[in-house]
């Protein structure tokens, strides 16, 4: 079928919400950007006239193709090396989608996407629409085909598995900032101990190299172990510099709504570290170093002024 003008133009509208669902969906802009592509694709083959609520239609037609996604995903997953963590997506990108309310915001962060992870694929389908896009459980029944009863007993469920996962409030962006900068005196100093007193005590240190680079294959955990990784990472050495291959500039900068580290080589981003930072101290470093999952960023950290390094390993 040959679609009109505004037939596209209908699709188009609906693209910037049909990407931000796939990727909290995902955890991978790549894979939402083909899911949103196969969904435009049985658009233009569909009987368009014939649709009376395109936005639920379409809607409809993502959802299931995440769903097969999902399924393969957890297969794939089983043999994946090492840590998996989502492909990061740099401030001001499009994919994250609305950031009106604290659901939204915390529906994209890495900590909320790692533990989605847990989830079922309805479970997941159901809290993403929920919770993060406002879908009444009537219209979440209709795209799943199940009863509005049985979807909001699934949506309880799926946000009892998050919130059981998280135990802290986040702070807010000033107070954060001020860690950040904490942090990096600390790290820079060459001492564990101003380290281990920024974090929590149960902090962990994840790394998702993906087999392409070196990372852990199990994270750091508690502040001590975590603290001394940071310092090695952050205190210039031989073995940093062979390993990165290069002049290596960190940046400050937001990922997934979360401060973060942003790692370049000659403008190429090859790292991009979120930190989880709460009332009790920063729980969590989760760093995604797999190319594959950065190709997406280091377009558009290209595309945008980030400013002079706070750190450069040379």
């Not at 658009?43 to 999902?70: F, G, H, M, Y």
């Not at 205190?235 to 290069?246: E, K």
Request: glycine fraction near 6%.
């Amino acid at each position: 079928m040959v679609l009109t003008g505004n037939q596209i133009d209908l699709f188009e509208a609906s693209m910037p919400r049909l990407k931000a669902i796939a990727y909290r969906l995902l955890g991978s802009a790549s894979d939402a950007e083909d899911a949103v592509q196969d969904t435009f694709l049985r658009w233009q083959s569909a009987d368009v006239d014939r649709i009376e609520v395109p936005e639920a239609w379409l809607t409809k037609v993502l959802t299931n193709l995440c769903l097969n996604q999902l399924t393969s995903a957890r297969a794939r997953r089983e043999t994946y090396v090492g840590q998996w963590l989502p492909e990061p997506l740099l401030a001001g990108d499009p994919m994250l989608g609305p950031a009106d309310t604290v659901e939204q915001r915390e529906s994209v962060s890495f900590a909320v996407l790692a533990l989605m992870e847990r989830l079922s694929p309805n479970e997941r389908v159901v809290y993403v629409l929920r919770e993060a896009f406002g879908y009444p459980h009537r219209r979440i029944a209709e795209i799943l085909d199940i009863t509005e009863a049985s979807g909001q007993q699934i949506f309880h469920r799926a946000k009892k598995h998050i919130a059981d996962g998280r135990t802290r409030t986040e702070i807010d962006e000033a107070a954060a900032r001020r860690i950040v900068d904490e942090f990096l005196t600390a790290a820079t100093s060459g001492r564990t101990e101003p380290l281990v007193r920024l974090l929590t005590a149960d902090a962990v240190a994840i790394g998702d190299g993906g087999g392409k680079v070196p990372a852990r294959t199990r994270p750091f955990e508690g502040a001590v172990a975590v603290a001394k990784f940071m310092r090695s990472l952050f205190t210039p050495n031989q073995a940093a510099r062979n390993l990165l291959g290069g002049t290596a500039e960190i940046h400050v900068s937001y990922a997934n709504g979360l401060p973060a580290f942003v790692v370049t080589v000659d403008g190429r981003v090859i790292g991009v570290m979120c930190l989880e930072i709460t009332t009790d101290g920063i729980a969590a470093f989760r760093n995604q170093a797999n190319p594959d999952k950065l190709e997406r960023a280091t377009r558009q950290w290209a595309a945008t002024d980030h400013g002079e390094p706070v750190l450069r390993i040379n």
